[in-house]
């Protein structure tokens, strides 16, 4: 496959890229205002996408270590007490149960010092197993082994790398709605402990404009998924900052797990 | 008796002063740094041709030089001259290190200059802020410069941090090794600056030790054989792909960040190689980088100057067809690759 693009791309530029450029330049309107249909959002880039994902992954645990030092709040607290967020854990359409669990896979990390809450984390993603039956096989597995390890008490970071990647990958295979939701879930999960890691990481930051220009532009995503949209690039730009706000990011992902799909999704071919 | 001593005290005072300078107080802050000019090929879509750009580099030892991945790749010939007029030659590459922006190249012959003295990781790197530093880099291709400043913070972890510091620097200054001013070792190698944070980064002396020690094992590659138009496709990791189907006036997008200079290569194959499309690379949501119309398979290379989320686009304009359909890609170029 490798051969076969090199060899395009050799003829491409040889013969193609000068030569099949036209005369007439398109104007700007006709790239800007153009009305988008798809995008593909291209969430790791770098030598090893593999590495970036490993970067966004491990922030769980450097958050975990940096708690003491400060925004130490537990994210998920499925009971609403304690001072972490309050989490319905459920909802009628599949999409959005996709992003509560993957949110909840992403954020575990941040409840490891309290046995009660992670505990009960834990026990939701077990229970909530099956609504990731749209997901790719690939992604299915990294799932259930991180929630294996996380069962033993471990955050698997390999297995949420492994998630992270095959969910972009599915964005790309299809179907790609439940694995766009899967990766802003564990993105927005992911967040809360990148905040307490305390160092803005462009990695991570980085993936915000895609997923929200992904959310907001592609044809399959509808109003609520704009409102998501808006949510994610805002705590993006959050997160460049030199100091986030906790209180301003609790906020935005308050809002960001409100929302409710427009209605239950058919399944997509990609 | 009085003149005596006083030129006993004079005779002393010079004694010490001499005796002073050979202690270290004569720091040669330039002798390990060349000033670089560049030639090699820049890439903007279909337009793919011959450019040059200065930069900074330094001794690691006689044949090996450190300078910044994004100042050697694509680079044809790379030429250091030292603040004596000394003139080396860079020809060969043996290692590429985009994460820490790190090039090791080796000389045509060897310099007469010493290598630079490295910092050692401290045990908490954090501890380096509010250090004096020095850049020593090419002032905008006029030669050698100093750019003092301080370390503001450390960045990352296992061993491979970034340091950020305050020095004011100007074009040219990429590679420049980052002086500990008051240990008069080299901390970190400047690779850029990051306008949201106001800041300068330099990756860290010792990561750069790693990966010297990484290219002393290479045999290396020549430059003029590593970029090649032939090796884009070769060493393209490809991102992701994704099927089109446009009315007229509609668009399909790549929406990608890069958290650094990057080479990427897109594609665009329309099912109907009649069918003339627009395409376009455009940086922060409106900024275009580039744009053509085009039809046919097209290769795209471009030579990305700058982080941030880009998009690349491709659209039906309104006298298209009533559907066209087709698969866009895009990926990075990964030179590295080529490197043995």
């Known amino acids: 496959m490798k051969h076969v693009i090199a060899t395009i791309v050799t003829l ?57 030092k400060g925004h130490g709040a537990g994210l998920i607290d499925l009971g609403a007490g304690e001072g972490g967020m309050a989490f319905a854990g459920s909802s009628s359409t599949a999409d959005i149960r996709i992003l509560q669990y993957a949110f909840i896979a992403g954020g575990l990390a941040s409840n490891a010092d309290n046995p009660a809450m992670y505990k009960d984390a834990v026990a939701y993603l077990e229970g909530q197993r099956e609504a990731l039956a749209s997901l790719s096989p690939k992604l299915v597995a990294a799932c259930d082994a991180y929630v294996a390890a996380a069962k033993a008490g471990r955050i698997d970071v390999e297995s949420l790398v492994n998630a992270l990647a095959a969910a972009e990958e599915g964005i790309s295979a ?15 999960g992911i967040s809360f402990i990148a905040l307490a890691a305390g160092e803005p990481d462009p990695d991570f930051y980085g993936m915000a404009v895609p997923l929200a220009t992904y959310l907001e532009e592609d044809a399959i995503f509808g109003g609520s998924d704009r409102a998501l949209a808006k949510e994610v690039r805002a705590i993006g730009k959050l997160l460049a900052q030199k100091n986030p706000d906790l209180e301003a990011l609790k906020k935005h992902l308050g809002a960001a797990l409100d929302i409710e799909a427009d209605e239950p999704t058919p399944p997509t071919g990609g | 008796m009085t003149r005596f001593l006083r030129s006993s005290v004079l005779l002393l005072g010079l004694a010490m002063l001499t005796a002073a300078g050979a202690c270290g107080g004569t720091m040669n802050w330039t002798e390990s740094t060349v000033a670089i000019q560049a030639e090699g090929i820049g890439m903007q879509g279909d337009k793919v041709g011959r450019t040059t750009w200065v930069a900074t580099g330094f001794w690691i030892d006689n044949y090996l030089l450190a300078t910044n991945a994004h100042v050697a790749t694509r680079a044809l010939s790379l030429v250091g001259v030292d603040d004596d007029g000394n003139k080396y030659h860079f020809d060969k590459i ?50 050698l410069g100093f750019f003092n400043g301080e370390i503001t913070n450390i960045l990352g972890e296992d061993g491979a941090e970034q340091i950020l510091h305050n020095s004011s620097v100007v074009g040219g200054s990429s590679g420049s090794a980052l002086y500990d001013k008051d240990a008069q070792k080299v901390v970190g190698i400047h690779h850029s600056g990051a306008d949201q944070f106001k800041t300068r980064i330099a990756t860290a002396g010792w990561h750069l030790q790693s990966v010297v020690a990484e290219a002393r094992k290479r045999e290396g590659v020549e430059l003029k054989q590593l970029f090649t138009l032939e090796n884009i496709g070769r ?106």
């Open chain 1, 12 to 68: 491409g530029l040889a013969l193609g890229t000068g030569t099949s450029a036209l005369a007439a330049e398109p104007t700007d309107a006709e790239l800007l205002e153009a009305k988008t249909v798809g995008v593909l959002p291209v969430l790791a880039t770098g030598l090893s996408r593999q590495d970036t994902y490993r970067n966004v992954a491990a922030m769980g645990l450097r958050g975990v270590e940096a708690k003491p």
């Open chain 1, 174 to 188: 299809g179907p790609e709605r439940p694995h766009g939701y899967f990766a802003v879930g564990a993105w927005l």
């Open chain 2, 94 to 143: 043996l290692a590429l290190d985009r994460e820490g922006d790190i090039a090791i190249l080796h000389a045509d012959r060897a310099g007469d200059k010493p290598g630079v003295e490295f910092l050692e990781r401290p045990a908490r790197p954090k501890d380096l802020r509010g250090h004096r530093v020095m850049l020593v880099g090419n002032s905008g291709g006029l030669g």
């Open chain 2, 235 to 340: 060493f393209a990791n490809i991102w992701g792909q994704r099927q089109f189907c446009l009315a007229p006036g509609e668009s399909f997008k790549i929406s990608f960040n890069v958290p650094r200079a990057t080479d990427i290569l897109g594609f665009i194959k329309p099912a109907n190689p009649d069918t003339v499309l627009a395409t376009g690379l455009v940086r922060g949501g409106s900024e275009i980088l580039w744009k053509s119309a085009f039809k046919g398979t097209v290769y795209l290379p471009f030579s990305l100057s700058g982080s941030g989320p880009h998009n690349l686009i491709v659209a039906a304009p309104a006298d298209a067809p009533p559907k066209t359909c087709g698969v866009i890609g895009a990926g990075e170029i990964a030179w590295e690759k080529g490197i043995k």
